[in-house]
């Protein structure tokens, strides 16, 4: 076996073990450990049977199998490139929507505490009459920019998990963010 495929080889073999640790310690998700791996075993099947593939590249009528590699390892990191752009597109919008999810939920904590006289904030916090009508200063900065964490159960889904909705704890809000210094 000449040295670049030994090479290959020992690379191909190092790739899956990292990704399959990654895939074990759920640092990777599976759809794209998958797709990690199948293109590792691929590598480690062309340089023990470099034969093939050369075969392969001659019947498609490329003269330099190298040449095929190329455009093949060019064509793929193109797809990855545009699935990836699909995915940041998608949380994107998902980012969004939960946003306005967030506000609109706020607001209405707002106006609950403004029909019940002041008596408890959106936070369990009490405010005078006077504060719950007017913009009273919040200890976190004059614009009031404390996060009051919102209702959660204790697990979400997550509704990109090819499981149908594995189980993950549920994230909480307990950072603040403090207005403009």
Not at 17 to 46: C, D, F, N, P, T
Request: positive net charge; contains cysteine; aromatic residues 4%.
């Amino acid at each position: 076996m000449p040295g670049v495929h030994l090479i290959a080889l020992v690379l191909a073999v190092v790739t899956i073990s990292i990704l399959v640790e990654l895939l074990r310690r759920r640092q990777l998700r599976q759809k794209y450990a998958l797709i990690w791996i199948v293109v590792g075993v691929a590598v480690a099947v062309v340089a023990i049977f470099p034969g093939t593939f050369n075969r392969i590249a001659r019947d498609m009528g490329v003269v330099n199998p190298a040449d095929l590699l190329v455009v093949l390892a060019a064509l793929f990191l193109l797809l990855v490139c545009v699935h990836l752009s699909w995915e940041i597109g998608r949380l994107e919008d998902r980012n969004r929507r939960l946003a306005e999810a967030l506000t609109l939920r706020r607001n209405d904590v707002d106006r609950l505490a403004q029909k019940s006289g002041g008596r408890a904030g959106p936070e369990g916090h009490q405010q005078s009459p006077a504060g719950a009508e007017g913009h009273q200063q919040s200890p976190a900065g004059p614009e009031g920019l404390q996060e009051s964490p919102p209702a959660q159960p204790d697990e979400v889904s997550d509704p990109g998990d090819e499981a149908g909705g594995r189980r993950q704890p549920a994230p909480r809000a307990s950072q603040t963010r403090s207005g403009p210094s």
